[in-house]
């Protein structure tokens, strides 16, 4: 193979898995984003040519650059690693960049990952299914790109279970009135988790409304 779309699990590196640690060390060059956690990133080797693609407020990679820069390094034959956040193809845009290694005719190989979906849920001491509480669980995003259609929240809440939601800080307040609007009670229990499984890790706790 010579790009390996490797999920970085959620922050803590001692939950990379082994398949994923043993190409960071073999890896020509890491192409990593900004939600890859300090400790995983420390286990790049320094003979590594390391390439920051991080999407952070004010500055944006394209994700068509990103494809192109890895169709580009594929093709010159190095062990490329693409270091996601979490699990590859739970939002991490692991989808977009195997179909454009796949149309350039590019070998690849996907290397899953803990999702925070599950892994910061659990850091927090909170199972998102539990007998006689929570049958299943919703993972969404909370943010949407523009043009996009946006998360039909009051179907959800009509759902039941658990509902993990990712990246949808900024949209807290309309999310909790659309989740109330659909019939999810003001009492219902939520919880923040923030820098999940890692030392900074900070869990809030209150009710939906």
Do not use: N, Y
Not at 73 to 93: S, T, Y
Request: net charge negative; no cysteine; proline share 6%.
């Amino acid at each position: 193979m010579t790009v390996s779309l490797v999920g970085a699990g959620p922050g803590d590196p001692d939950l990379l898995t082994v398949k994923a640690a043993r190409l960071l060390a073999e890896a020509d060059v890491v192409v990593h984003d900004a939600l890859v956690g300090d400790g995983v990133l420390a286990l790049i080797p320094r003979s590594a040519e390391r390439i920051d693609v991080g999407k952070r407020p004010g500055r944006s990679t394209p994700q068509e650059m990103i494809s192109t820069l890895l169709v580009e390094l594929g093709r010159q034959g190095k062990r490329v690693v693409r270091l996601k956040g979490g699990d590859p193809f739970v939002f991490g845009r692991g989808g977009e960049e195997a179909a454009a290694l796949a149309e350039a005719g590019v070998p690849f190989e996907v290397v899953p990952g803990i999702t925070s979906s599950v892994a910061a849920p659990a850091a927090a001491g909170i199972p998102v299914t539990h007998r006689g509480v929570s049958a299943a669980f919703t993972v969404v995003t909370g943010h949407r790109r523009d043009g996009e259609p946006d998360v039909d929240w009051r179907s959800l809440a009509a759902v039941g279970g658990t509902i993990v939601v990712l990246m949808g800080v900024s949209q807290r307040a309309t999310i909790a009135a659309e989740l109330m609007a659909g019939g999810l009670a003001p009492t219902t229990p939520v919880a923040a988790v923030e820098s999940a499984t890692t030392d900074a890790q900070v869990v809030g706790r209150w009710i939906l409304a």
